[in-house]
């Protein structure tokens, strides 16, 4: 019999279901590099019954257009975020030194 008159599904190359060819530690494996610069060595990191050292050779530059604007606005969120914990540590230390207290509920 035919398929009868059903298109086959095509699905982008992101969400088939054939199986890719990266190894099933490779979280582990960018987790293991993620902060290491070009040349460093990581720790070992146990994976299932082995372990692996992973050695980053280079980093590739990264390929997005709008990557500097993107960098200034997250490191301006981080140093406003960091300027907000500061002034909170900073009026909590106040409140107890002028022996305020506040009751919770």
Known sequence: MS??????????????????????????????????????????????????????EKREPFADSEAGEKKAAFEKRLLDNKERIVFYEWLRDRQQAAGLQFSKG
């Open 3 to 56: 398929s009868q008159g059903k298109e086959p599904k095509t699905e982008p190359p992101s969400q088939s279901k054939e199986p890719k060819n990266e190894p099933p530690d490779l979280p582990a494996i960018k987790e293991a590099v993620a902060f290491l610069s070009p040349g460093e060595i990581s720790d070992f990191s146990p994976s299932g019954t082995d372990g692996f050292v992973a050695i980053l």
